[in-house]
T-cell receptor
Framework: DTGVSQDPRHKITKRGQNVTFRCDPI?????LYWYRQTLGQGPEFLTY????????KSRLLSDRFSAERPKGSFSTLEIQRTEQGDSAMYLC?????????????FGPGTRLTVL | AQSVTQPDIHITVSEGASLELRCNYS??????LFWYVQSPGQGLQLLLK??????LVQGIKGFEAEFKRSQSSFNLRKPSVHWSDAAEYFC??????????????FGTGTLLAVQP
């Protein structure tokens, strides 16, 4: 049973560039979550999908951020016109939601540095 | 508003000593509670969770946590700490509706150092 995988693990970009991250969830999981973690803080919720539907977006997710899960499997998170404040660890998690509380399993994260 | 407080930013314990990490939550409905551990530069690993039932829950690596509704707490404990337990520990509450956890709200974490 493979866990959640994320690619790339590290990304360095210049301010103003666009970046895209990929997340592959645990295969049978129907929910996929994105979080952002800055230094010294706990992860903060960005958005989540149930299958291919994006059901909730945080106010943290500005117009420069977009996430997709086109076939209900992997997901991408794109940041346009990156800013230095976007530097953070971006974490993906997945879960199997069956009507009750679900348990989220996290990937290793993508560390973004904006110069 | 929903929130999680971890009062201790940094804790140092000696190897073999007992450990208790504090977590307090604020949540209007039945809380679903989690502890995760994060090693440097890594993702989060689930240690244990509480959904309902027995308020003392056992997790991996010898950790346990006790849910106390009257104190709005979910403290993590381990009777004897190993050097490999050095990491950052996060408490989280599952927020959602209809009995589902649509997102996790995390505390700011407690960084654990272990002295030989």
């Amino acid at each position: 049973d493979t866990g959640v995988s994320q690619d790339p693990r590290h990304k360095i970009t210049k301010r103003g560039q666009n970046v895209t991250f990929r997340c592959d969830p645990i295969s049978e999981h129907n929910r996929l979550y994105w979080y952002r973690q800055t230094l010294g803080q706990g992860p903060e919720f960005l958005t989540y999908f149930q299958n291919e539907a994006q059901l909730e977006k945080s106010r943290l997710l500005s117009d420069r951020f977009s996430a997709e899960r086109p076939k209900g499997s992997f997901s991408t998170l794109e940041i346009q016109r990156t800013e230095q404040g976007d530097s953070a660890m971006y974490l993906c998690a997945s879960s199997l939601a069956t009507g009750g509380p679900d348990t989220q399993y996290f990937g290793p994260g993508t560390r973004l540095t904006v110069l | 508003a929903q929130s999680v407080t971890q009062p201790d930013i940094h804790i140092t314990v000696s190897e073999g000593a007992s450990l208790e990490l504090r977590c307090n939550y604020s949540y209007g409905a039945t809380p679903y509670l989690f502890w995760y551990v994060q090693s440097p530069g890594q993702g989060l690993q689930l240690l244990l969770k509480y959904f309902s039932g027995d308020t003392l829950v056992q997790g991996i690596k010898g950790f346990e946590a006790e849910f106390k509704r009257s104190q709005s707490s979910f403290n993590l404990r381990k009777p004897s700490v190993h050097w490999s337990d050095a990491a950052e520990y996060f408490c989280a509450v599952g927020a959602g509706y209809g009995g589902a956890t649509n997102k996790l709200i995390f505390g700011t974490g407690t960084l654990l150092a272990v002295q030989p």
